[in-house]
């Protein structure tokens, strides 16, 4: 089987066209591939965008595993944060503990991101709607809390274990049984792209695969599903559980990068700008979120050197809410598909918006 | 007939004050079409919904082929060979009317093995053709690529039939599948019907009498929550007791 | 033991009356959400304007009366400029996208509020009258905390009997359940639902007046309360009036209780009370149960 056929050309479905197509495949190929020649010249050139890209990678997984339970299964989690952190700060513990081989702590990432999604989802998915939101950010800030007040340690009777509202700092690199020197940054930079690569090469397969389609049944309709014989809460729970190993995996290549894991990794507030970074994207297109993160981080970074970038970024995407629902991605294909056709949907937009507010 | 296929012992579901059902005692036999009818409120779709695991009820029990099923959750009804359309039209109006009956059809060839997960969806080719035959059937192959929410009222209540006809049920509840046609509709629809009980049982909750006369072998009358009267069509019309429900409640 | 009780005693107290003051932004929230089907997570940035508004009014002039009347209305001004230009497209949209939008909001009220007011925390002045504590058995409790109290409750009171009583609780009552027969009564939806939010709004500025004289007013503050008030319409089941303002009291005093026991995790009580209650009840305890 052949990395290319997840990209499978024969896909049809109207929910899922996009980037499944023939030219789609090629769009992320190329872009992969551009972002791999990117690294040696930004590593010599300005070292910070490597920093950046790194960020915008992990970020971007972090993006797509959210994607993978909202858009296909219709689950907005307002929670994506206690995997993202969970995995964090388990790759945290085990490289001031236990070891910093990448080939030992990454997969304890992707394990923490699972357990803690299938134990948040099981007890959130039946609960429907802005109940589930709710209740995966309820679950998250539980994390939080846990992770700030360090409660583990008063459990365990030790004197720290998260580290308190600082966290865990000065964490040692990553390596590979001392063979690939995970500290050099450009290094690292590459096992972030191949890692994400992978991650979207095997979401989009399981997207594609029979289990990806009931997981889009139920977004349509999860009533009808329970009632053709698909056990909904078994396939939520699972599906959310796989979304977590990946934002897992996101956390565990953030933090050893930034040696930092900190409990704002777990907070909500990410969540919720995760949630923006998705409809910015473009929802369920599964690359839209995955840009819409690229252009997140670099909007703040842009930004951040005018005090009011939180104004700016708010606006932004209050109007991409209002006049773009489809986000960037819808943007993109509208751009592709008819070009000329694109300004007077704009227009359409602008005069739908009118009609709308001064009815 | 011996044992019954689906069997109903003093069945009784509230909700808070409200009876919704009231002590039924039913059983349908292994083949044909039975219809239960009776006014608006009178406790059919509940009956439906009790039968299929969307309500327990709060007294008696639910048999089917001898095995109790109240309590079961929907999809393990669906498992042991139960499936019901809808009234309200209730499929998957983003998805092709294909895959709206493939979700169906894929439903028992998909559990959680690795294959599952990896394997491509057009890998389960069988579901593919067994919904296109499907769609043959409810006349709607023509029609395969189009998005559910795109088709003509008429279609859309045979996908609504068709998806559930595609999970391969022994008994098949159908909830006014004719509601809201127009009468060459209705007929499409009541050949179809008839096609389907040639080798499942069907349940029908049906508005329209002459429908209900001309299908049925045999008739329950449910008003008020309440089983009224229960027999052969010659024996539902010339019943008091439904006349006085028919004729007075309305 | 006297000392144990007293801290008891204060502590309900302290709950209560901060049970009553989150019902006012609980619900407003729930209310909007009965009604436009809208959650607005920009609801705690209103809070967040009432307070700050506060804090200028009342330095500007002296007079906290002055900021408990103004301030408020001038939250209701920007909570309609919210409705009528942002989300009033998108009525009819999937209910997803109110919260997105007004999550958008709710970063930039944030940021602006830093960029006027700067990062640090600030403080209404109390008038002086409310100065003082008064003895209740052996708790010395602050006279301003009874009047926050005491007004709170009868906005609630007031609000609940409007909702129960009044042609325009009935009105609002009817659209929320079925917009087109208000439609048909010839009524303006559009009108009443601008109403009920800048109503929801009001209610909200004034709680953060309120309490921007007894904690304190700072940029986290907008968060820091929409957490807790969807904490407590969620328990309370969304878009019930009844339940936000049981909820409140809930969370008050689980609020108050928890800083007694173990004063560092106290929202995991709160977290993990709305996480048993919605397993339980997946509509929250007063929310409609699916019938038939």
Redesign the interface.
Known sequence: MGLLDAFDPREASPTTDGILTNRGRFGVLALIAALAVLGPIAASVRPFWLYLLVQILAFALLALSLDFVFGYAGL?SFGHAAMFGAGGYAVALLVTHVTPNALVVLPAAVLTGVVVAAFIGW?SV???G??F???T???A??FY??A??D?PASLLGVETVTGGDNGLVGLAALEAFGVVDLSSRLNYYFLTLALVALSLLAIVRIANSPFGRVLQGVRENEDRMAFIGYDVERYKVIGFAISGGFAGLAGGLYVPFQSLAQPQLLH??LS?EL??ML?LGGLGTLWGPMLGAGVVILLEEQLSGF?????????V??VV??FA?QGLAGVLVSLRDDPKDTLGKVRDALA??RE??L? | MSEPLLRTDSVTKR?GK?T?VSDVSLSIPEGGISSIIGPNGAGK??LF?LFTGKHAPTEGSIEFRGDPIDGLEPHEVVARGIVRSFQITNFFAELSALENVRLATQADRTGFAPDDFLAHHASLSEATDEAEAVLERIGLLDVADRTAANLAYGERRHLEIGIALATDPDLLLMDEPTAGMGPEQTDATVSLIENIAEDATVVLIEHDMEIVMNVSERIAVMNSGELIARGTPEEISRNEAVQRAYLGGE | MLAEFSSVLRATMLGIQLGMTLALVAAGLTLIFGMLDV?NFAHGSLYMIGGYLGVTIASQFGSFWLALLIAPLAVGVVAAAIE???L????G?N???H???T??????????V??IWGGQSLRIEAPEMLSGTVSIGPVQYPVYWLFVLAISTVLIAAVWLMIDRSDLGILMRASAHDTEMVDALGIDV?KVFTGVFVFGAILAGIAGVLLGASRSVSPGMG?GVI?EA??IV?IGG?GSFKGAVYGALLVGLVTAYGALIAP??T??FL??M??VV??VR???LFGATE??
């Open positions: 907005l007890f039946r609960a429907r802005i109940y939101a709710m209740l950010l309820a679950f800030q539980i809390v846990a700030f007040a409660l909500w507030t919720g949630v923006v409809l005090t009011a970038w939180e104004v700016i970024l708010g606006a995407f209050v809410v209002v629902p739908n918006y709308k507010v009815k | 909700f409200l919704a779709t509940t919904n | 959650i009528v230009f942002g009033r497209a998108l009525y949209r209910p997803l996208y919260i997105l939008l999550f958008g909001i709710a970063i930039m009220v944030q940021g602006l830093v960029e559009s968060f957490i969807f904490v969620v969304l560092s995790v929202d995991i977290f993990a709305m996480a919605l397993m997946p509509n929250g019938a038939a």
